[in-house]
């Protein structure tokens, strides 16, 4: 490595760093308490617009809470408390993806037009991104309670049970190859428990394991579509039996695999005979 070129490593930890290597190397450590989540976000909200400026910076500091050296803040400070992530990462990277996601949904190419009621959809989409990113490595009972505590701060922009009484929601995981279908009351009373069963037991998981993802959920959605109209019940799909048969071989293809064994077997042994009895002869001959 010439003079003139520097590397900076940042690393998490130095735990398996060895006396060499800590001996070659200027070390600056910065805790993760001294310098947390917050100037990451000061920095980001500087470089928005005056009026996106005002909106984040009020929007963090209801929903996130003030990140201190003895605080991290509101919010992680409550899944710190409640929940279990499913893995360990920084407060700052988890806050750096949802600054990310809120510009991604904000500007360029499909993004979603904020012109008109800017602070209501701007709200919206920060709670978005906060549960995609902060809440996002939360198992699936923890992101309930998560739901409730972020309710509790402000309600406004969830939907109510009146709201939801007609809605029903099909969910297919592709990774697991299972699926659910719910809804608010008014409609889980609507669907027959039998169509529910089938959509679960058949359409998701037999067509998500033949990879026919839009197949799952178009022939479910069919079915549903179908249980509200009153119409019959639309057949689900059936798994292709496979044609069952034995491991082991017939008596006769045994005997004639021996019969083939047999033979190939003679043969080899003539040739190892035969060919250092000519050989030798040939030998003796000259």
Do not use: H
């Amino acid at each position: 490595m010439t003079a003139n070129v520097k590397i900076m490593f940042e690393v998490e930890t130095l735990v398996n760093a060895s006396p060499a290597t800590v001996s070659r190397a200027g070390i600056i450590y910065v805790s993760d308490t001294d310098l947390d989540w917050a100037p990451v976000v000061e920095g980001w909200i500087a470089k928005q617009e005056p009026k996106m400026q005002t909106l984040m910076t009020a929007l963090f500091s209801k929903y996130m809470g003030t990140s201190t050296p003895v605080d991290p803040g509101l919010c992680y400070d409550w899944i710190t408390r409640n929940c279990k992530p499913a893995m360990n990462t920084s407060r700052v990277g988890t806050v750096n993806s949802l600054c990310d996601l809120i510009i991604g949904l904000t500007q360029g190419r499909g993004a979603i037009d904020i012109s008109t009621d800017f602070e209501t959809r701007m709200e919206r989409i920060f709670l978005y991104a906060l549960f995609w990113t902060v809440g996002g490595l939360l198992e699936t009972s923890d992101r309930f309670k998560f739901e409730e505590f972020v309710k509790a701060i402000d309600a406004k922009f969830f939907p109510t049970v009146e709201e939801g009484d007609k809605v029903g929601v099909l969910v297919v995981t592709t990774t697991s190859k299972e699926g659910a279908l719910v809804g608010g009351p008014s409609f889980m009373k609507a669907m027959p428990d039998d169509v529910i069963e089938g959509i679960v037991s058949d359409n998701i998981p037999i067509f998500t394991e033949q990879e026919k993802y839009n197949e799952a959920v178009l022939s479910s959605v069919k079915r549903v579509e179908a249980a509200l109209l009153g119409k019959p019940d639309i057949a689900g799909p059936t798994r292709a039996e496979k044609a069952k048969g034995g491991n082991f071989k017939t008596r006769e293809e045994t005997k004639a695999s021996r019969n083939k064994f047999a033979g190939v077997v003679i043969g080899l042994l003539v040739i190892a005979t035969a060919v250092p009895m000519i050989q030798y002869y040939g030998y003796v001959g000259k």
